[in-house]
């Protein structure tokens, strides 16, 4: 019983939809004939998608005296990674420090840190000829002054494509 039924609805359904796609068209002599399954849907219009580039920070942070990278910049630098990987852009590292310890000693950090990034953006497919590493200790600092949260701002690496 249950199948006749499901039988029977299929085939309303198919009958429904062959409705649904007919036309009627005139003949020369004004006379109308019934063409089923016969139209045909209107063109499609293809926009070129733009794609967009979304900016990413270009700053890594560090602990004080520190190089090792922190968890949460590992996803910033996969973005980075992502959008170096094959691309023909030179990037450089610039690695900085705060004030605190000799200038030779801040050049020295601040080389580290840059290695370390262009270590982790090696290790996820950036080609290592594409980077380039320098650090300027702490001759440039992002922000002036002797604060803590001075120096936390100065203790990074700057991505410059």
């Given amino acids: 019983m249950f199948k006749s039924v499901k039988t029977g609805l299929g085939l309303a359904a198919v009958f429904a939809v062959l409705a649904g796609c007919s036309t009627t068209d005139t003949v020369d002599g004004g006379q109308e004939t019934q063409v089923v399954g016969t139209t045909t849907p209107p063109p499609v219009v293809e926009t070129p998608v733009e794609e967009t580039v979304v900016p990413l920070d270009n700053t890594v942070y560090f602990d004080f005296d520190k190089s090792l990278l922190k968890p949460e910049t590992r996803e910033l630098?996969?973005?980075?990674?992502?959008?170096?990987?094959?691309?023909?852009?030179?990037?450089?590292?610039e690695?900085?420090?705060?004030?605190?310890?000799?200038?030779?000693?801040?050049?020295?950090?601040?080389?580290r840190r840059a290695n370390a990034v262009r270590d982790f953006l090696v290790l996820q497919g950036v080609d290592s000829g594409s980077l380039e590493v320098i650090s300027y200790g702490e001759e440039r600092p992002a922000v002036p002054g002797d604060s803590e949260s001075a120096r936390a701002m100065n203790r990074r690496v700057v991505i410059v494509e």
């Fill in 77 to 93: 630098l996969i973005q980075h990674a992502d959008r170096l990987r094959g691309s023909a852009h030179n990037v450089r590292l």
């Fill in 95 to 111: 690695g900085h420090a705060d004030e605190l310890g000799t200038r030779e000693y801040n050049l020295a950090l601040g080389e």
